[in-house]
């Protein structure tokens, strides 16, 4: 019987850089077989080609809704990230890639595809999903609104496990089940299951998540050490190059 590896989550904010330290910081330190990413294929040929896509590369790709979609979201992104001061060209992941490149250190892509997440993103909204939405916004409590405030005052430094954001998790789950049923729920499910096929192959991974999805990995993970009766993905795996400058994660 084959020994299991082991897999160390590192969760993180993705522009700030007290994260990208701490990423740097634990690849030195636990000296992994694997560094693994929150990217598919498509992001890191991306990266590696130094290319930033346009909405209109996006239409190429996906039907005009689902890139409609990723394009409103991403601009929205970069608002978000600028408004604190952040700067959105500068990531975890791209901290993770030039670290394992330091260290001669394979990358495994686990996100699923974007043109996946997009497209399934794109068929759960309709027509109903806007007054939904304020239907669920006029039923919270003014106590419930408070709390919002007071995790957004939060300092990203002082973010370091899932528990941390997990009243945003659960926030965005109840105005947005439709999006996050997409982008937390499925999305953790799927990288649970190709870093658990990491482990199965001996390997010791770094992981490095999104802190709104350690949490549901780490959970994913621990069911699947137990109960193991999915297929094994494939899992992409590529070597990276020393000149990575920025990385998109749209």
Known sequence: MSTHGTITLVPSVHFSPTHRRR?????????????????????FERLERAADPALDDLTRQLPPPAAAASGVLRALQRTIVRSYGLDPEQTDM???????????????????????IVSALARRF?????????????????????????????PFEEITS???????????????????AVVIDRRDRAM????????????????VIGAG??????????????????????????????????????
């Open 23 to 43: 990423v740097r910081e634990t690849i030195r330190e636990a000296e992994p077989d694997l560094v693994a990413v929150e990217l598919d294929e498509s992001r």
């Open 213 to 250: 999805h350690h949490n549901g990995i780490q959970r994913r993970l621990e069911e699947l050490a137990v109960h193991d009766d999915e297929p094994r993905p494939i899992v992409p795996i590529r070597s990276p190059d020393r000149t990575v400058t920025r990385i998109p994660i749209d």
């Open 126 to 154: 309709g027509p109903l999903t806007i007054p939904k939405t304020m239907v669920r916004m006029q039923s919270m409590g003014p106590e419930e609104y408070a709390e919002q405030f007071d995790l957004l005052a939060l």
């Open 162 to 180: 899932g528990d941390d954001v997990q009243p945003a998790i659960d926030h965005l789950r109840r105005l947005f089940p439709e999006i996050a």
């Open 192 to 207: 649970a299951r190709r870093l658990h096929a990491l482990r199965r192959e001996g390997a010791d991974v770094v992981a």
């Open 94 to 116: 791209e901290a993770a890639i030039e670290t394992a490149a330091e260290r001669n250190l394979d990358v495994a892509l686990v996100d699923e595809p974007i043109d996946e």
